[in-house]
């Protein structure tokens, strides 16, 4: 039986905690609105109350 030794250098922590930054950022930037209105800040998306139709004034000629 042979025996493997292994190690970790630090360039692959920084590639493991570059990997877990951008996917946190990428998670956020793609629910953003989402995020904003479960926290209360975003605009609730109601719509506009319809404006009645009215009829032309009558201009007297």
Known sequence: MKLFLSYLDPGTGSVFLSFVLASCV??????????????????????????????????GV
């Not at 926290?39 to 139709?53: H, R």
């Open 26 to 59: 990428g998670f956020v930037s793609l629910y953003w609105g989402k995020l904003k209105r479960l926290l209360g800040f975003g605009k609730a998306t109601e719509k506009p109350a319809e404006k009645q139709a009215q009829p032309p004034a009558d201009k």
